[in-house]
């Protein structure tokens, strides 16, 4: 069990660049999640997979957040034309379908300049 | 629109004393969690709580849920350095977690 990884760990980029954040949940974990971070805050959920099946998306996901997960595996979380306000963390859960109880992953931090 | 409060937001402590972390969510819920984050960290998990009146043990750290007030408890005993750091209460409303504002905890000697 070598947990929920995430890539990169850091990204700064410039204001109207894009960036692609991935996932990688842990083996056999149907359920995956992503949620954002600012500074001083609780995680806010962003959207949710079940399998390859996006299920649930929150209205903080603008038109310019999209979110995939290809054959039910690893996520990817685009944003396009970054903006200062996309400055945040971003954070990856799996969970089981028996098991609610939701594993993070480290976090990828977004700095938009 | 589900609600998570938790108080305080900030606290303070002497290395020694009990305090309590109280997490209050304004709907129906039977399932919560409570998390714990280091600076520049990713979230920990610390206990989950599936029912009514559960209540969980582990170190100096014990958590309680009441559904019916719709309250969990983190309460901590004879506090010591290592527990400084911000912990979270998520309330389950699944398929996903609704997170409190986090409860920045720091311990004096």
């Known amino acids: 069990d070598t947990g929920v990884s995430q890539n990169p760990r850091h990204k700064i980029t410039k204001r109207g660049q894009n960036v692609t954040f991935r996932c990688d949940p842990i083996s056999e974990h149907n359920r995956l999640y992503w949620y954002r971070q600012t500074l001083g805050q609780g995680p806010e959920f962003l959207t949710y997979?079940?399998?390859?099946?996006?299920?649930?998306k929150s209205r903080l996901l603008s038109d310019r957040f999209s979110a995939e997960r290809p054959k039910g595996s690893f996520s990817t979380l685009e944003i396009q034309r970054t903006e200062q306000g996309d400055s945040a963390m971003y954070l990856c859960a799996s969970s089981t379908g028996s098991d609610y109880e939701q594993y993070f992953g480290p976090g990828t931090r977004l700095t938009v300049t | 629109e589900l609600k998570v409060e938790q108080n305080p937001l900030f606290l303070s402590m002497q290395e020694g004393k009990n305090y309590t972390i109280y997490c209050n969510y304004s709907?129906?819920?039977?399932?919560l969690y409570w998390y714990r984050q280091d600076p520049g960290k990713s979230l920990e998990s610390l206990f989950v709580?599936?029912?009514?009146?559960a209540v969980k043990q582990e170190g100096r750290l014990m958590a309680s849920l009441d559904t019916k007030a719709r309250l969990s408890t983190l309460h901590i005993t004879a506090a010591v350095h290592d527990l400084s750091a911000t912990y979270f209460c998520?309330?389950?409303?699944?398929?996903?977690?609704?997170f409190g504002a986090g409860t920045r905890l720091t311990v004096k000697p």
């Open positions: 997979f079940q399998n390859e099946a996006q299920l649930e």
């Open positions: 709580l599936l029912s009514n009146g």
């Open positions: 709907t129906t819920s039977d399932r």
């Open positions: 998520a309330v389950d409303i699944s398929p996903l977690m609704r």
